[in-house]
C-alpha cells in the first residue's frame, strides 16, 4: 500500500489511499473504511477477517473525538477543573505532552486555545488580532500539570488538545485492531498515518510526503515498518490578510505564528500522540532546535525537515528509507 496523505488549505484535510495489487484470500483480505471524525477525512485499511474490528476501531476514534474536543463545551476535556481525577483518555496525552513540553522549552503548549481562538483558527472567521490583545490573551491564558492522574491548573486555563488528539486516538484504534485479531492495517487520520505490522506480504509500507508549497503533490515517500508518520507545516490551515500568510502553528513565546525557516516538519516514532506533538514542539523549534532535541536522545524519533529555501534534511534513522520525488528540492542531508 502507497498511503498519499497532505492537508489543503483549508481546515479539511484530505487524504487519499493508493492500494496496490494484493492476490489471494485470508491474511490478504483487505477491507477500508471511510469516515468523518475530528474534523477530517479519514481511512483505516486492515488486512484479514478484519469487518468488525474496523467499525470497533471507528468507535473508538468516534469517542476521543467527544471526549478531547475543546471547540465542544460539553466535551470532557472542556469541562476539566482543577483537582479532576483524569480518566485515561485524557490523562494519557496530557501527560505525553506535558513531558514534550519540559523537554523542549514550552514550544508545546496546551494552553493556546484563546490565541488559536482569536486568531479565527476553529470558528475559521480568520483575523490577525492586535498586538494588545495578543500580550493580553498570551498572560492570562493559564497553566496546567498532571500528576499521578490528577489534574491541576490556574484559574482561566483552557485546554486545546488538538496537537496531540489524532495521534493518540491512532494508537488506541491501533490497539483496538490489534485486539480483535488484525495483525496488518494502515490508518490515514487526517495527515496522521499509523502503521500495523507490516504489508501482508512482510514488505514495508510507502508514506508520501506532501510538497508544502503545492500540498497535492509529494516531495518524497519513505519506507516504513510499525510506527506513526506525522507531519505539521504552515500549508495545513492558513489564511492570508493584506497580502501577508498566517498559520496556525502558534509560538508560545510570541502569540504570533511561528517562524522557524521552516515548511514541513514529518516525525516517525512509535507512539502516535508523541510523533503528532513531536511534529507541532519542532515545527516551533526549527531546524537548530530539533538537532539538540534528537542528540539528546531524550525521545526516539527520527523526522524529515523541509526548510524554506527547499532543502530536505534527516536524522540518521531514515538514511536509505527516503525516495525523492521532486527534483526541486534537494536531496536529504543528515541534520548535522
Request: aromatic residues 8%; charged residues 20%; proline residues 4%.
Given at each position: 500500500?502507497?498511503?498519499i496523505?497532505?492537508k489543503?488549505?483549508?481546515a ?11 492476490c ?12 468523518f471524525?475530528?474534523?477530517?477525512i ?6 484479514g477477517?478484519s ?6 476501531a471507528?468507535d473508538?476514534?468516534e ?21 479532576d ?15 514534550i513540553?519540559a ?20 470558528t ?33 486555563t ?24 488484525v ?55 492558513n ?17 504570533m ?10 516525525v516517525?516514532?512509535?507512539?502516535g ?16 532546535g ?45 541534520l548535522?
Open positions: 500500500m502507497r498511503c496523505v497532505w489543503n488549505k483549508t479539511l484535510l484530505v487524504v487519499f489511499c493508493l492500494l496496490l495489487c494484493c489471494g484470500c485470508g491474511q490478504n483480505k483487505k477491507e477500508t473504511i471511510h469516515f471524525s475530528m474534523d477530517t479519514m481511512d483505516i485499511t486492515a488486512y477477517d469487518g468488525e474490528a474496523l467499525q470497533l471507528r473508538t476514534i469517542s476521543l473525538d467527544a471526549a478531547l474536543n475543546a471547540a465542544d463545551p460539553q466535551s470532557a476535556v472542556s469541562v476539566l477543573k482543577d483537582g481525577v483524569l480518566p485515561k483518555i485524557i490523562s494519557e496525552p496530557l501527560e505525553t505532552a506535558q513531558a513540553a523537554q523542549t522549552n514550552g514550544a508545546l503548549d496546551l494552553t493556546l486555545y484563546p490565541l488559536s481562538d482569536a486568531w479565527g483558527f476553529f475559521k472567521e480568520y483575523r490577525v488580532p492586535s498586538a494588545k490583545e495578543i500580550r493580553s490573551l498570551l498572560q492570562s491564558r493559564g497553566s496546567f500539570t498532571v500528576r499521578d492522574g490528577v489534574y491541576a491548573c490556574t484559574a482561566g483552557k485546554l486545546d488538545l488538538g496537537s496531540v488528539a489524532k495521534g493518540y486516538a491512532a494508537d488506541c484504534a491501533v490497539q483496538t485492531l490489534r485486539e480483535n485479531g495483525n496488518s492495517a494502515i490508518l490515514a487520520l487526517g495527515g496522521n498515518v499509523q502503521t500495523l505490522g507490516t504489508k501482508p506480504d512482510g514488505s514495508d509500507w510507502v508514506v508520501s510526503v506532501a510538497d508544502p508549497l503545492q500540498p497535492d503533490e509529494t516531495v518524497c515517500n519513505l519506507r516504513v515498518g510499525e510506527t506513526a508518520v506525522v507531519t505539521s507545516g504552515s500549508y495545513q490551515r489564511f492570508t490578510q493584506d497580502g501577508k500568510t498566517y498559520h496556525h502553528i502558534l509560538s508560545p513565546q510570541t502569540g505564528p511561528a517562524e522557524s525557516g521552516l515548511l514541513s516538519v514529518t516517525l516514532c512509535e507512539n500522540a508523541m510523533a503528532d506533538g513531536l511534529s507541532t514542539a519542532l515545527f516551533v523549534l526549527g531546524a537548530e530539533i538537532k539538540e532535541l534528537y542528540e539528546r536522545h531524550v525521545f526516539s524519533f527520527d523526522a524529515l525537515v523541509i526548510t524554506e529555501d527547499r532543502s530536505v534534511y534527516i536524522t540518521d534513522g531514515l538514511t536509505d528509507r527516503v525516495e525523492m520525488t521532486d527534483e526541486t528540492y534537494t536531496q536529504p542531508k543528515p548535522k
